[in-house]
């Protein structure tokens, strides 16, 4: 078993929506469009020996597995001393501590204690879930507490791995996954705090995923995958259509939308499936199989191609459309792990070793052209942990996180 970072993904023509977010910004889990694509040019091609140059590194970010969000010259995580989590501000500059907001009790867990999910930044807000299900809303600028809310008060039950999901801000609304027999989600203001709906048409327990909102044949729905549901709601909460899944233990990562189809896929041997959506919300699979069985390190959508790691394989490339392995780089990388697109490239973060890989995004095979390890690596992780917040890539620079520690680095060419 494995903790996980939350679940990953979707593509360029999503659109939640982060007002004031810069060109360079990453203001959310995935990035702005919740896919993992960066959109920066100019990047290096290759690095040199010992990797692109450190720039800095912060011992300041806690405990716990969240990932990191970035908006106007801040950096927006989460993490945990041995009694509480925190929504925690650092300066991008430097990496010096801004501030930090307690949001709820430590999570315990064999696998390493604390919050799993990357918090949102909307405007002058920021939103963020604590691995006991507690919602929080504080100021980007100091970190006042605006309001908060509780995952099981709303019903939901605490997962086996705490909660992982990382909230969506869409407009004015805030989403979150409590699951249970109130409603799978749930949707509050993000100004005040009021809850407008929960989606009683489904009950389903709250996994690891994060919601994903598309613009469905001119209508805005939210999507979300659970262990044996995939879904798509209504802007005010509706049931629009749902199908079975297969998943088994934990499913973490975010699906993926294009144009009407619904790529879904999860670990434990569970696989992966395509749907159309049609324009009335019928249903139709396209094709379900167990070539892509992405544990929680997410896949990206690049040219009608996914690239990602599977499990008992390693990174492969499988064609969109006919679910086809286009390749796979023959075990030569098993230690599965993380990854975020730019410029023609993969940022793949192993897991285990803390190797950032470079390596081409091509149908033509896998091609690795630079990698170095993350250093200093944390000494407070438990022994069954892992490297599992993914890379993140904003305004020229590369950041790394395991646990406690924040790197750095330079990748403008």
């Not at 109130?182 to 709250?206: D, H, M, R, Y």
């Not at 975010?254 to 189809?261: D, L, M, R």
């Not at 064609?319 to 410029?343: H, P």
Request: contains cysteine; charged residues 20%; hydrophobic residues 35%.
């Amino acid at each position: 078993m494995r903790i996980l970072l939350i679940s990953i993904l979707t593509l360029p023509c999503l659109t939640a929506v982060f007002q004031n977010a810069m060109g360079g910004d990453w203001p959310a889990w995935r990035g702005p469009d919740r896919d993992d694509i960066s959109t920066e040019t100019g990047l290096l091609s290759s690095w040199p020996e010992g990797g692109p140059k450190l720039l800095w590194t912060s011992g300041e970010a806690g405990l716990g597995y969240s990932g990191i969000a970035i908006a106007d010259g801040v950096i927006y995580t989460m993490g945990s001393d041995d009694s509480s989590e925190y929504i925690i501000a650092l300066k991008a500059e430097d990496g010096s501590k801004l501030w930090q907001t307690k949001i709820g009790d430590f999570l315990e867990n064999n696998w390493g204690g604390g919050p799993r999910s990357t918090p949102t930044v909307a405007g002058d807000l920021v939103v963020g879930i604590g691995g006991k299900g507690n919602l929080a809303c504080v100021s980007a600028k100091d970190g006042t507490l605006k309001w908060n809310a509780s995952m099981t008060e709303l019903g939901g039950g605490i997962p086996n791995w705490g909660y992982c999901e990382s909230p969506l801000v869409d407009g004015s609304h805030v989403l979150c996954t409590p699951g249970g027999a109130n409603g799978t989600v749930a949707c509050f203001e993000l100004e005040t705090g009021e809850k407008v709906w929960q989606s009683a048409e489904i009950t389903e327990p709250a996994h690891y995923s994060s919601i994903l909102a598309v613009d469905h044949f001119g209508k805005r729905q939210y999507i979300q995958l659970t262990e044996k549901k995939v879904f798509g709601l209504s802007e005010s909460g509706q049931l629009a259509w749902s199908a079975d899944w297969v998943g088994a233990t934990a499913v973490i990562p975010t699906p993926v939308y294009k144009g009407g189809q619904l790529y879904v896929t999860s670990g434990y041997g569970a696989g992966c499936m395509l749907l159309n959506i049609g324009p009335n919300n019928q249903v139709e699979k396209i094709y379900q199989n167990k070539l892509m069985k992405n544990h929680h390190g997410g896949v990206v959508l690049v040219d009608n191609h996914i690239y990602g790691h599977s499990d008992s394989t390693g990174w492969i490339c499988q064609n969109l459309q006919t679910g086809e392995e286009v390749w796979n780089e023959d075990g030569k990388n098993r230690s599965k792990g993380s990854l975020t697109y730019a410029e023609g490239k993969l940022y793949c973060l192993e897991e285990g070793s803390g190797d950032c890989v470079l390596a081409e995004a091509s149908t033509a095979g896998w091609k690795e052209i630079s990698r170095f390890k993350m250093t200093p690596q944390t000494t407070k992780r438990s022994a069954r942990g892992k490297i599992w917040s993914h890379p993140v890539i904003s305004n020229g620079r590369l950041y790394l996180r395991d646990q406690e520690i924040i790197c750095c680095y330079d990748i403008k060419g």
